[in-house]
């Protein structure tokens, strides 16, 4: 088994994927035209952190303050935990002076756009000599879409899917295991051989995570067009998103009566790590530090890709160490971005089985080293990531009216056409809504 302060790690990081990890400067000038040797580390400053992630103090100690205090045992950190009534917008309100925000790509709007905490940090990377071709691109092209051409902080943490299969399903049908590299059409194949009900128990093939297919799509599609507030479901790929992704699901009674059955709840998680009657779902790599998989005889492979593209994987999400404009102390939480962002801190994370924003193919191969299980990890790196398009304001509020409407279109209470077209005019009206 896992040794316990590797569980204790890999579970607490966990709840930090959707916010952190790992960039070294040198003694270069800061926006000041301090170097960076002469930061005073011995000065007894204090820090404040957040995020969105609503993380408790004890697990944001495990995985990210004990790393920071160890680097600067002369700095103190902490932690604002973002719950109700301590959003970002009523911290800034309460003058609360942040220092940096631990924030995921997709929650960047409300999490430091409208609380209008956003700061430039070019000069700072400039003057650090921070190398950004070190990271994955399209973490820093997100980043400066995002900000209009600005910086606001560095990527540190990355999430992206892969497909988990359980070994023992393929096995006990006779099943040849899935392979890196395959097409949701092969997948779709495949899953038609475990789809079925043995002994009272019904197996599913294959599974994605519905949120997950949608916002992370190959296409790069959004759900709402920046430019003009307006909800993108009219477009064509929408429906080839829809009829690859759930194809196999429409198309198998078993699953649909699997899913009457569930009151139309969408299989996932559960079915894999509790029920254990899911053969294959794709989902979150992280889902590997789960305690609960630990006795699980499983293994994963690429996530599928569609004909129309088969080089281009599925969209990461990146989460990035971002310096806010109401920090008191500028030139210091910039070495704080920089550790995060560091071949060591990045490291530490790998080996436990979480994706690195570096391209350092030194890092990525130490993926797993302190995991229990041989993995195949080269999963996540498989094909290339689709690059993340602009996001605008109202992006969250166009999502939920598609994901509301998967079941009904695998049951086949409605066709692709209706589907689209009802969650186009929903999610326009909650836009419209929203604006008002």
Known sequence: MMKRSIVIKALTITLLSGMTAGCGGGASPDAEGKTAKEIDFNAPLEFTLTSSGATSPENFQLAVTQFLQKKFPNWKFNYIQRTQGTTAQELVTAGTAIDVVLEAHTGIIDGVINPGIQYDITDLIK???????????????????????????????????????????????????????????????????????????????????????????????????????????????????????????????????????????????????????????????????????????????????????????????????????????????????????????QMARAKLGFITPLKSEEVRKSMGADYSKKLNWNAVFYKPFAPIPVKGAYENIGEKPLVSLVPDYVLGNKDVNTVMREAEETANKAIDSARK
Do not use: C
């Not at 999430?159 to 040849?176: A, E, H, L, R």
């Not at 992370?216 to 829809?242: C, G, R």
């Not at 969209?315 to 310096?323: M, R, V």
């Open 127 to 345: 003057k650090n000599n921070i190398d950004l071709n070190r990271f994955e691109p399209v973490t820093i092209d997100a980043m400066k879409t995002m900000a209009n051409g600005q910086i606001w902080g560095l990527p540190v943490s990355m999430m992206s899917v892969v497909t988990f299969y359980n070994k023992d399903i393929f096995d006990k049908f006779g099943v040849p295991y899935p392979k890196d590299g395959m097409t949701w059409d092969e997948m779709t194949e495949l899953s038609k051989k475990l789809s079925k009900e043995v002994d009272g128990t019904q197996y599913l093939g294959l599974v994605g995570n519905t949120g997950h297919m949608l916002l992370m799509n190959n296409f790069s599609l959004p759900y709402v067009d920046a430019q003009t507030s307006k909800s993108t479901f009219h477009n064509e790929k929408w429906k080839t998103i829809m009829e690859t992704v759930f194809k196999g699901e429409a198309q198998d009674s078993g699953f649909k009566k699997y899913l009457t059955d569930n009151k139309n709840k969408m299989p996932g998680k559960d079915e894999f790590i509790k029920k254990k009657n899911l053969a294959m779902y794709v989902y979150f790599s992280e889902l590997a530090t789960d305690p609960n998989m630990q006795g699980m005889n499983f293994d994963m492979v690429s996530a599928p890709t569609y004909k129309e593209l088969p080089n281009v994987g599925f969209q990461p999400i990146p989460t990035y160490a971002i310096l806010a404009s109401t920090s008191k102390h500028k030139e210091e939480s910039m070495e704080i971005i920089k550790y995060l962002a560091s071949d060591e801190y």
